[in-house]
């Protein structure tokens, strides 16, 4: 008690105390009380007065020493007790807890304003559940696969599938810290995900556990097409194998001398030796396309020649079926940004299919015009059977074929659609098919201008 503020416990006391016994004493005075009653009283005011000082004075004395402890403020010397500064200081030590509580107040918000911001970053749909699997909250990407009435829900409304019910279940009663699960969702177009419950600590408020989905549609797409392109190539090689080998061991047994047999033989084992090599080269020119798809060409180049000459080396087989090859092309036209060996092996590739399939005595037709603003767009049209509008979708993939039979005796290796549509990527196009039965088919390769693609323009490469 050394340092208790006597010097304030006396201003009250006076302050208190002695207009009462000023008070008293005129009482007196004016012969209203005796000196006995008047000394009693001012005695007993005065009494009350100083214990009202030391009872106030004290609390106060003891609430700033304790908030002095808390905000880290040295131990107070009674000398600091002076001039009536303790409501000053008292309003200053609770104007500092209001700050500090809406510091921890913005604080609080800034976490959980960080925590949305972070959850809906995140690219695949997360729950937070509560103790009793109804859902707390849900980021962006959730909210967009299941709704956003989801929250508030129970999980089994927004996911009936029994292994994540399951999972769910088992964390949240506490039976394991993490549940993982692979499913399957057939709608609405056939997802694969990989699913993980984890618990979350009991201090999170209402939430008891985490469900995360990581989307495996296209890693499983893409290690399905993985596994039917070596299925697909394997077939297409043991076929024309299985033929050499049928061949050469009848060349070197019954057909050993028959001189007719083996010239029939070796003209069969040189075409289906060339159907390997066609294959073989596709793959190989697939491969090579694929890496550096994401790497837009450098040259310049002018689609009008580019087209004479395609259709010129396509000449003598458009002859032989009678099949003219009709140009139409737009001279005015401004070059293209592009790869002139592969656009010329996209275009080939597509006269090639006309011929291959349009009508004996029918026409080739190619034209060259402007699309929209910005676009240019080569079509190539022949008048063959058609194709049936559900194959249109799979036309570009890898080994598909319509008409697998008629595909294989007109030599064709199955990939030849699937090069050109990577072609088109690599240049920022588009390929449009367009197809009715018994009319025909047009294949339409639209390539940006160089405005459209944000390259410069150059001087053309014909």
Do not use: C
Not at 77 to 85: I, P, V
Not at 129 to 141: P, V, Y
Request: without cysteine; neutral net charge; proline residues 5%.
């Amino acid at each position: 008690m050394a340092r208790f503020p006597v010097t304030r416990w006396f201003a009250l006391f006076v302050l208190l105390g002695l207009p009462q016994a000023a008070i008293i004493l005129l009482a007196r005075l004016a012969g209203a009380l005796s000196d006995v009653s008047a000394w009693m009283i001012i005695g007993a005011l005065l009494a009350v007065s100083a214990l009202f000082a030391a009872w106030h004075t004290h609390a106060a004395w003891r609430v700033l020493r304790r908030t002095d402890e808390i905000l880290g403020g040295a131990p107070r010397q009674s000398g600091e007790w002076d001039a009536l500064t303790m409501i000053g200081e008292l309003g200053a030590t609770v104007e500092r807890l209001r700050q500090t509580l809406l510091d921890e107040q913005g604080q609080v918000a800034l976490h959980s304003t960080t925590a949305d911001a972070i959850l809906n970053a995140l690219p695949d749909p997360v729950l937070l559940l509560d103790d009793g699997r109804n859902i707390a909250r849900a980021n962006f990407a959730a909210r967009k696969f299941f709704g956003n009435d989801i929250i508030g829900n129970d999980l089994a409304v927004a996911m009936r599938h029994p292994a994540v019910l399951d999972a769910a279940d088992a964390v949240l009663r506490g039976e394991t810290g993490m549940a993982s699960a692979d499913l399957t969702l057939p709608v609405p177009d056939g997802r694969s995900f990989s699913l993980r419950v984890v618990a979350l600590p009991a201090s999170s408020e209402g939430s008891a556990a985490v469900l995360a989905l990581h989307d495996l549609t296209a890693l499983r797409k893409a290690e399905k097409m993985r596994a039917d392109f070596v299925a697909n190539a394997s077939h297409e090689l043991r076929t024309p194998l299985a033929s050499l080998v049928g061949f050469i061991e009848t060349l070197l047994g019954p057909a050993r001398d028959d001189e007719a047999a083996r010239i029939r033989f070796l003209g069969i084992m040189r075409d289906q030796a060339a159907r390997m090599a066609r294959l073989i080269q596709d793959l190989l020119s697939l491969s090579q396309i694929e890496m550096r798809e994401h790497d837009r060409p450098s040259e310049t180049i002018a689609l009008a020649p580019l087209l004479r000459d395609a259709a010129a080396a396509l000449e003598p087989q458009a002859r032989a079926k009678q099949m003219p090859i009709r140009l139409v092309l737009d001279e005015s036209l401004p070059p293209v940004r592009g790869a002139r060996d592969e656009l010329m092996q996209v275009f080939q590739n597509l006269i090639d299919n006309a011929i291959k399939y349009g009508r004996a005595e029918t026409p080739v037709e190619i034209a060259l015009r402007a699309v929209e603003a910005d676009w240019l767009e080569v079509g190539v049209r022949d008048h063959g059977e058609g194709i049936p509008r559900e194959h249109l979708p799979r036309l570009t993939e890898r080994f598909y074929r319509v008409d697998s039979a008629r595909s294989r005796d007109l030599g064709g290796t199955g990939l030849g659609l699937a090069i050109v549509k990577h072609i088109i990527n690599r240049h920022r196009g588009r390929l449009v098919i367009e197809s009715e039965l018994g009319e025909g088919s047009s294949f339409m390769v639209r390539l940006p201008l160089p405005a459209r693609s944000g390259l410069p323009a150059g001087p053309p490469v014909s």
